[in-house]
Each structure stands twice: as C-alpha cells, then as structure tokens.
C-alpha cells in the first residue's frame, strides 16, 4: 500500500510539473505590457493572477477568532504552542446546525488524530488556500486552464475556464469550473469527497460542500480572496471567509517539496508492521 501511494504521488507530481513548465510559457507569451494601475495582464485583456502568492493569517489553526493557547506538545513549550488570531469568516461565526456542532467539538477535541492534516492528506478547498505556505497560480489566455498548485502535500488543481461538465468522480480538492467577472476570477468547486477539514479546529465538511471562491486584485501585489461555503447537511446557511493574499517578492521565490507522505508512514501504517518473534 505504501509503495503505491507513493509511486502515485510521485506520477501526480512530475505531471505537474511538466504542467506548470507547459503553462508558464503560456503565460510569459501572453502577458501584455504593466498598465499604469500596477495590476498586469493577459494580451486578451484579463487580470494576470500568475505568480507565487501566500496568506499571512492564523486560520489554518482557526477560521473563527481565537486565543493563543498551550500546543499539544508540552515538552515544545512555545515552538508549537497555538497563536491566536482574529477570524477571518464573516460575523465570526459558522452556522452549523445543533447536530453538526456537536460533532465539530467532538472533532476538535481530537484533532491531534483526526485532522487530515496530520496525515498528510490533500488540504482541499479553501483550507489549501490560508494554509502556512505558498502556492502558485499559472495563468494563460483567458480561455485556457488555470493551474494552481500548493507546497503542502504536492496538491494541485486545474480551474477549467471552458467546461460545463461536472466532476467524473468526488477528490479532495474537488473539481473547479472558472469564469471571468470582470478582473474578479470566480471558481465554483464541487465533487469534493468531505474528507478535508477547513482548520485545526474540527471545522469539517461533507459530500454536499459547495464552495464559490473568487480572487480580485487589489493591487499588483495584493489579492482578495473570498470564498462562500454551502453545506446544507451541516449548515443552516452559506457563509463567507475573506482573507488577502500576498505577492512573494522574494527573489528567488518559488515552490519548495515538500511530500510529507514520508513523515507520517510511521503514524499511519506503523501498526501493520509485524513485531520480531521472541528468543526466549
């Protein structure tokens, strides 16, 4: 079992690269010159989101706002302990039903082992977004694919800008359909499985999420990214998180590796290994 996981995420990972290679060329042969506003773009006229962009933001450990407590390691002292942190959805709260909610505490109390995170699983959407590290938007002409691909885990996703057809099979990172509002990219994201978790929190979702996730430039270094959450088998209304996203300026910002599929082997498969036979 772990030989095949690990031969697919390295299959996964080298088709995104190429990819990102095929895609960046795309984009360096249709980005017209800077306009005087900052915000660069595409020869046909569209926003140019390409480039490596990261949220600077605690909601990976919480959506909601939170106070900074001790982390789950004492022995770490404060390398691990929690931040705190202002929210990051509308009104500060996540519309959950009574049943549902019962079910986010039981979860977060237990996150240590039951948050995906920890077993290095896709992060899903829009958790991949506000996550601790960048990812990369590969943007073409506005009729072709936009390819985002995230540090954590190796993820990817490609926003189809020209389908109308609906996701072959439920996935982590759902499948995404994108259109052009103006200089706001819109991506509508079904066929998720409802595995993924949208924090540390315990904050979880099912088969149902319907997410509308939209980036509007706010700046040539600056996006808003929105994202409105639908789920009504747990939720007793949609609800909105906001949180800009930051250009890396760095000069030589890019993508580092980072399969973590290696450091929870242990973890996750640990108990199949068979103990040696006593001597005695």
């Known amino acids: 079992m772990r030989s095949w996981l690990v031969h697919n995420r390295t299959m996964v990972s080298a088709a995104v690269v190429v990819t990102v290679a095929v895609l960046a060329i795309a984009s360096a042969l249709t980005t017209a010159q800077t306009p005087a506003d900052g915000v660069r773009r595409t020869a046909d006229g569209h926003v140019d989101l390409s480039g490596i962009w990261q949220a600077n933001t605690t909601a990976n450990w919480d959506v909601l706002t939170h106070q900074a407590r001790q982390g789950p390691v004492t022995a770490l002292g404060a390398a691990f302990s929690i931040p705190g942190g202002v929210g990051i959805v509308d009104g500060d709260t996540i519309p959950y039903t009574p049943e549902a909610l019962a079910r986010k505490q039981q979860l977060a109390a237990s996150w240590v082992t039951t948050d995906p995170e920890i077993k290095c699983y896709l992060p899903g959407v829009p958790r991949a977004t506000y996550m601790p590290y960048p990812f990369q938007i590969v943007q073409g002409a506005a009729s072709n694919d936009i390819l985002i691909t995230y540090e954590f885990a190796s993820a990817s996703r490609i926003v189809r800008m020209s389908t109308t057809a609906d996701s072959p099979v439920d996935a982590w990172m759902g499948w995404s359909k994108g259109r052009w509002d103006g200089d706001t990219l819109v991506v509508d994201v079904t066929g998720f499985n409802g595995e993924a978790w949208f ?3 315990g904050d979880f979702q099912t088969t149902s999420l319907h997410v509308v996730e939209r980036y509007t430039p706010k700046g040539p270094d600056v996006l808003l990214y929105e994202a409105t959450i639908d789920d009504p ?6 609800w909105t ?5 930051y250009r890396r300026l760095d000069a030589n910002a890019q993508l580092v590796e980072y399969k973590c599929v290696e ?9 199949l290994v068979k103990s040696p036979k006593s001597t005695r």
Do not use: K, N
């Open 233 to 238: 088998q747990i939720y007793t209304r949609p």
């Open 263 to 271: 450091f929870v082997e242990e973890l996750m498969y640990g108990h």
């Open 241 to 245: 998180l906001r949180v800009p996203l």
């Open 199 to 201: 924090d540390r929190a």
